[in-house]
C-alpha cells in the first residue's frame, strides 16, 4: 500500500456521526473517515450480526471489542477476538462477517 498526500490528524471516533447498514440479521454501525482513495471505519456489529453479502473488497481488520467470526466463501472459517487482525486484497476470497456477541473492528480499506 502507497499512502500519499496525508497529512499528519487525528481522529476521534466517538465524535464522528455512525451510519446504519443493517445485515442479514442485526445491524452494522460505521464510522468513516475518507483520505483520498483510502477508507477507514470504526464499526460496531450488534448481537447476533449476519452480513447480507459475501465482500470481495480488500481489508485491513482488528478486532478491538467481542468476537467476530468471518466465513469464506469455500467454507473455511475464522474467529477473531481482540487484538486479532486478518488481511484480504481485492478480489482474493469473498467473505462475511457474523458475530453472536457483538464486535467493534477497525477497518482499513
Known amino acids: 500500500m502507497h499512502i500519499a498526500d496525508l497529512p499528519f490528524v487525528t481522529t476521534d471516533w466517538a465524535s464522528l456521526p455512525a451510519t446504519e447498514h443493517p445485515g442479514t440479521t442485526g445491524k452494522a454501525y460505521w464510522r468513516t473517515q475518507h483520505f483520498g482513495p483510502m477508507r477507514v471505519r470504526m464499526v460496531e ?4 450480526y449476519l452480513a447480507d453479502h459475501w465482500c470481495q473488497k480488500g481489508h485491513v ?3 478491538v471489542k467481542g468476537e467476530l467470526q468471518t466465513e469464506l466463501e469455500d467454507g473455511r472459517q475464522f474467529t477473531l477476538s ?3 487482525s486478518y488481511q484480504v486484497a481485492d478480489n482474493a476470497e469473498p ?3 457474523s458475530t453472536r456477541t457483538g464486535a467493534t473492528l477497525f477497518i482499513v480499506d
Open 45 to 48: 456489529y450488534t448481537a447476533d
Open 61 to 63: 481488520l482488528l478486532c
Open 82 to 84: 481482540p487484538g486479532m
Open 95 to 97: 467473505h462475511r462477517s
